[in-house]
C-alpha cells in the first residue's frame, strides 16, 4: 500500500492507494470556510489548522482503506511548492511516519501530482498527451512524454494563475470563496456575451491574466449598486467565458505547434464547467481530484525517486520551483 500526505495550501489530506493505482481512501479536510472570512487563503491559519487536522485525516483515511500502517509500504508526500509554513507540517508527518516503520519516502513534487491524478484506477490516462495544469496557484502547459517528471513545459502564467483569477474576480463581485466555484455556480444564470473583457496575447504560449482582473475592476466601478446587483451574474459569465477562452485558445495552439492530438486538464480549475464543455475531446482528472488531495500524490509516488531510511530526515520543503 501506498500512504500518500498533501498540505500544500488549505486542504489537509491522506490517502491509500493500492501499488496499481487503485483508491482504497482519500481523505480531504478543506479549510475554505476558515478562510472565506478573508477572501482567501492566510498562510498562517493554513499551517495551525494543518497541524491540528493532520492527525485525524491520517486516521480516517486508514480506517476508510480498512488498513494500518503495518500495510503501508511507501509513504509520499508533497515537498513543494506551496505554501511554506502548510508544506512543513505534512513532510514533518511524513518523515515521523517513515522513519517510525522504517518505510521509504518519496518527496512528491505537488504539479507532477496533478498530472499523476490521470493515471488512477478505474479509467488511467497514459502518455504521451498535452496537458493544460490549472489551479489557484498555477497554470501551465506541459508536454507529457510520460510518467514521472518526464513533462516539458511549454507555458506558464506571467502573473496571476487562471485560480487565482477566479478569487480576485469574486472578490470584486461580492461573491463567495472559493471564487471559481461560485463564479461557475453564479455564471450558468448571466449572459456570456454581456460584456466583452479581453483575452491576453502575450508571446508564445504563455498566459495573463491581470489585465482582464483590471477590466473587471473597471466595469463593477463603472455600475451604481443597484445595477450591479442586477448584472452580476452577467459579469461573472462573461468573466469566466474570458478565462475559459485564454486557457482553451492556448491549448489548441499549443496543440498546432507541438502536433499532439490527446489533450488532457487538471489542476482546481479543471471543475470548471464551462472549462470542461469548451474541451470536450480532452481527458479531464474526475471532479473528487481536481482539487488539491493525497490520492494524486500517493499516484505520483509511483513514479518519484524514492528516498531510503533514514536518507530523508534532512528533507526539506519548498515554495517555489523557480
Not at 97 to 121: F, T
Not at 183 to 207: C, N, Q, S, T
Amino acid at each position: 500500500m501506498i500512504l500518500g500526505l498533501e498540505s500544500s495550501c488549505d486542504e489537509t489530506a491522506a490517502a491509500v492507494i493500492t501499488p496499481d493505482g487503485r483508491i482504497l481512501s482519500n481523505v480531504v479536510s478543506s479549510q475554505a470556510d476558515l478562510h472565506a472570512r478573508y477572501g482567501g487563503v492566510v498562510p498562517e491559519v493554513a499551517s495551525r489548522r494543518h497541524l491540528e487536522l493532520v492527525t485525524p485525516v491520517l486516521q480516517e483515511s486508514l480506517a476508510e482503506a480498512e488498513t494500518s500502517l503495518d500495510d503501508v509500504e511507501l509513504i509520499g508526500v508533497t515537498a513543494g511548492p506551496g505554501l511554506i509554513g502548510a508544506l512543513l507540517v505534512g513532510v514533518a508527518a511524513a518523515k515521523a511516519i517513515a522513519w517510525a516503520r522504517r518505510l521509504p519516502l518519496a518527496a512528491v513534487d505537488h504539479l507532477q501530482g496533478h498530472v499523476a491524478s490521470l493515471y488512477l484506477e478505474p479509467d488511467p490516462v497514459e502518455p504521451p498527451f498535452l496537458c493544460l495544469l490549472a489551479s489557484g496557484g498555477h497554470t501551465l502547459l506541459l508536454d507529457v512524454q510520460g510518467r514521472g517528471d518526464k513533462a516539458r513545459v511549454l507555458g506558464t502564467t506571467l502573473d496571476d494563475a487562471a485560480g487565482e483569477a477566479f478569487d480576485k474576480g469574486a472578490r470584486l463581485l461580492g461573491l463567495g470563496y472559493p471564487g471559481g466555484a461560485e463564479i461557475d455556480r453564479i455564471a450558468r444564470e448571466g449572459d456570456p456575451r454581456a460584456y466583452e473583457f479581453p483575452v491576453a496575447r502575450v508571446p508564445g504560449l504563455d498566459f495573463s491574466f491581470s489585465g482582464l482582473k483590471t477590466a473587471l475592476l473597471h466595469a463593477v466601478k463603472e455600475l451604481p449598486p443597484e445595477e450591479l446587483e442586477r448584472r452580476r451574474a452577467d459579469l461573472a459569465a462573461s468573466y469566466q467565458r474570458a478565462i475559459v477562452r485564454a486557457l482553451v485558445e492556448r491549448t489548441r495552439q499549443a496543440a498546432e505547434q507541438t502536433g499532439a492530438t490527446r489533450f488532457a486538464v487538471v489542476g482546481g480549475v479543471a471543475a470548471n464547467s464551462e472549462l470542461r464543455v469548451s474541451l470536450p475531446e480532452a481527458a479531464a482528472a474526475p471532479l473528487a481530484l481536481c482539487t488539491d488531495n493525497a490520492a494524486m500524490i500517493a499516484s505520483a509516488a509511483r513514479f518519484t525517486r524514492t528516498i531510503p531510511y533514514p536518507g530523508y530526515l534532512g528533507l526539506d520543503a519548498y515554495a517555489s520551483t523557480a
